[in-house]
């Protein structure tokens, strides 16, 4: 199913809204983020955290990872 | 014999009688007078702390009148547009957008209190500041339609508010908030006492000192003429303050206060803060917008707070970390999706970053690097690669995108609610949703308009629902990417 989620990626300036199936990893959830940002081709490891601030796994589906319509998720480089 | 002004006026002022056909609740119903209902007796000594009679009123505004048109006149008409600083049109073209039609709004919101308003003196101030409203709409349309000759964007003077642009959307928004859907207390409260006490000053004061910086002295004449009208009818909101806390409604009065002013902050970063720090020419800058805000706004507000001793907003300093950050994290927004709007953006040039970081000790630190990557990107690719194309997070209140406080430190928050989520910028704008949910909850924004397939998803189709022709009207690089500066080597990181 694809969701709509709301991204922000430190090295960006504005929260960018994803629509994604959400099979896809949250690892490249959070590629496709740093795609539309300002910096994309920095490229670098990446911690990715939801609303509340818990680490989500990057091997884990998007689905799994607790993320639905409407959800945050904040991408951090390392 | 006729009677002196001061023998009549108290007359004149207090003409309410006792209705014999109707109940007083329901010549004054609640819904629309305002909460809570009180007996006119509460609301009897009403005063308003300068008065004005309506001979008084017309001398004045006719003086204020003719000064604005003589200058005009003096200029005339094909010279109105000489020696401007491009920056400087395209700030009066965001104003003229953004405010023409809000006054409109505003004269609706006046005639309101000058029919619900529970005192007669309440009632004739708020009709004179009708008329005033009135006439801050039309200044600013005969001004946008001189300057149509010289650039056909000066029709969104008139025009915007009529459209599904984004900017627009916020601000009407807010107005639809803080005027149009209020009954007359909560007005009163709101637009005279928080928004023409707290921060018209800074739109029209320090504006008019900019432009006259700027040699711009029609448009000088036009912002502080204005302004003395603001000054008159806002002292509607005083008494009407006092009258709440009289009569137990503390607890009210301080949330129309604390929401009001985190909205109309909202509003005025986004305007007045990005047009004075990156639109005005750095000739015509005196102070930083944070100066401004500091000395004009909140210094003012504390002594209005502390006059009724009332509590300052509980979001206090969210709100002055704010005032370092939020207007340049604002402007990169403007900046990468320009496209969107009906008025041309800039880039700081070299000399401007040094200006922004003399007054904004942390702009280089936090700003420079996004503003350096652009500029690179320019070189690289031209500016389609300058612009944002994805869909920017909006605020299920502000309706403004999700970039505050700066980049490293965003502050958005969501809620869960009739199976719905909603996103927020901050604490703030989640916390007046939650307090006011009915009011607010069905309300789409642009995205979710998008999202749901009410609004076009591909941009050339969302130029024309927001009613932006392109390429003719879409905003655009100030300078063209024809700047000097550019030929320099980019910054290497």
Redesign the interface.
Known sequence: MRVYLFGFASDDFVGRVIVTPDQRTVAQLAGQLVAWGLAPERGGPVTVRNEAGGILDPAATIKAAGLGNGDIFKVERR | MVLRRDDWLDLARKVDWTPRYVEERELFPEEISGRPWLTHDAWRDWNEAYRTTYREYVANQRDKDAAVLGVRAALSKPRLFDDLDAGWVQLVKFHNGAVALAEYAGAVAELRMARFGRDSAWRTMATLGALDEIRHTQIPLLIGHDLLAHDGNFDWTHKAFHTNQWVILAARHLFDDMFLAADAIDLAVQLNFVFETGFTNLQFMAMAAMADRAHHHLFEKMVASIQTDEARHAQIGHPVLRALLENGSRDRAQYLIDKMWWRCWRLFLALSGTAMEYLAPLSARTRSFKEFMTEWVTEQFMKNLAEFDLEKPWFWDLFTEELDYAHH?FQ??LYTYRTTLWFDVAMPDRAEREWLNAKYPRWEETYGA?WD??ERRWEAGGEAGTL??????LCNLCQL???FI???R?T???LEMGG????FCSEPCRWIFERERSRFADHNSV?DRI?AGQAPGKLTDLHRWMGLEAPVETGKDLRRGLDPWRLDPVPKR
Do not use: I
């Not at chain 2, 944002?388 to 997070?393: C, D, E, K, T, V």
């Not at chain 2, 719905?420 to 996103?423: A, Q, V």
């Open positions: 994290s990169l927004g996004l990557q652009l944002s194309y994805g869909l920017p997070a995108p999700a970039l700066r980049p490293g965003n958005a928050c969501t719905r989520r909603y996103l995205v999202v």
